[in-house]
């Protein structure tokens, strides 16, 4: 299966140390992202959800080995990157860029566009300042800026056109990869909306595989072939974008998708609401790691944490024991 | 390199601040006045008009006696020589002397009086001359000329120090960081004077030797700032977004993280000023400074508190160093103001 991925990702984890309450305490460690697997094919888009400070971006931020792993393995295109060298690794950097969540901190102050956009063919190629210069031009062309904004700062943009930038300089090199950290989270609505289709049409144009990150169903669903679900770290669900939206399993899919709201005043609205707050990843509960807010909780749950399983065989994988009757007591609110 | 819109916007702000900017313009014309010292405080004349040649003494070697029918070989007395041009209206010989006709090593003797001399126009010591008969304004030019210029220099050397130092603890962290935070502590309770003391009880040490051994023991205090920003702006995105194109380590430091470490560096830069001035006059004060003769701010308050009946000597080096103090501090000041992040963020 490997063979016809280009990323995959197997047993992820990134631990932080944290401060220990005593010298003679226990070590602890947050565990931002706990033995992760997915994968990603050539062109296709991979979106994963989750709410804030569920690891989705540590994760991303580890594939991309901008952290340092703490177990697990990522390959791609045939290299191991938690295991290359500093040096390999910057020679592959240029297949696998991010596009970053803040278009206000992800671009430095102090540089134009045009030296922004020109940082990667500096670092990566021989070409010559004339060179550089037109392969920006047609870079911001390609993501829909101004020539004029070449000799212009970041500061001297609005959040939708920095974000503009900031992709344009991660498609500089002509990635294979594009890794998308909730890239429209700090914008206007109807700004993102012109983002996810650039998106989409580089991806169509480039033949790009987009791993992208957002806590929003809405919009992840618009530009994702596969969805993967995360909660506290790991992935609690994963199937094709229609399929998880049709027939979700996990409880904590479900209430998502029922969190959704829905502009239709007549339509039923769920009971059931996410209650209490996320636990903390120092501490996380013991067994299944939603047990502590879900609506359907059973004392299996406590004790036994559930495995990711493959359940229709359609790569649709669900980590819950009671996946079965969960799925059988769901009624969509939606009408697809 | 072009400036940034929030460099101008910065320069713009101290601009408007005009005590500091005027103060700025000030220390750069003394700065100035003091690098050409030779033109306007000098015994040796700007211009000689000689049998037809022009000669210009203010720089080069010492022109022989010889040369203006004086009748010897040493350095040309110029004072005896406006005598005798003067007694001479005919000839179309003349001189430009110097506005200030005195050189600081030369001790001058007016006839039938012992110095200090208190000030006088008739005899062009506008501040009096100090316990030797040197003239005290020429004194205090050339001695503010070595301070700033050694104040400079201590700081580059303090400055290249602690920003590597610091850059370095900043962006490896882990056993480099704890290492160099110990050393620091160590460092910054050595008594830096008693060593000076001892070293120069042993070596007479000079401009070169003392800038260096002070900056050895002042590099440290730059370093924690510069360790913190540089620890703040290595995990803001931007750097990561470099480092996800590819970019190397080095091109890390210095094309992202140093240049927005400016601003620090900038502010520090009066203050750093002022401390390396005062630390070579406190030096000089106590006679463990630069050598004997050299024109000094601290051995002429020296001088002067030692010798209070001679107000004209103490009231000088108070007044030269509180007005330069003063005008540096006011600079700091603005260029604080003036790099103040509440009133210019990032996304202004």
Redesign the interface.
Known sequence: MSQHNLLTVSGLSKFFPVKKHSLFGDKQYLRAVDNVDLYIKPGETLGIVGESGCGKSTLA?TI?R?YASSAGEVHFHGANLTKLSQKA???I??KI??V???P???????H?VGSILQ??FI??TQLSLQEREAKVKALLDTVGLPEHAINK?P??FSGGQRQRI?IA?AI??EPDLLICDEPVSALDVSVQSQIINLLNELQKKMNLAILFIAHDLAVVKHISDRISVMYLGSIVESADSDELFKRPRHPYTQLLLEAIPNPDPNAKRSERRITGELPSPINPPQGCRFSTRCPMVEPRCHSTRPPLIVTDGQDHQVACHYHQQSFENWESPWDY | M?F???AKRRWQRFKSLKRGYYSFYAICILIFVSLFAEIWVNNRPVIIHYNDTLYFPSYGDIIPGDTFGLGYQWETNYRDLKQVFDNNPDSGNWMLEALVPYNPFENHFIEGEFPPYAPSIEHRHYLGTDMAGRDILSRLVYGFRIAILFSLFLLTISYVIGITIGALMGFLGGGFDLIFQRIIEILSNVPILYIIMIVASIITPNFWTLALMLGAFSWMGLTWYMRTETYRENT???V?????????NW?IMF??IL??SVSILVTFFPFSVVSGITALTSLDYLGFGLPAPTPSWGELLQQGTSNLDYQWIAASAVIALTIVLTLVTFIGEAIREAFDPKKYS???
């Open positions: 931020k991309a901008l690794l910057r020679s950097r240029p860029q991010y970053f969540q803040d206000y901190e992800s671009l430095n102050p102090r134009t940082e990667p670092i990566h700062y500061h001297e900031g300089r500089a090199l | 072009m940034s819109p929030q803001r995105e931007y990561l977004a470099a480092r996800s194109i590819g970019a190397s091109r094309k992202h240049p927005n990032y996304f202004s």
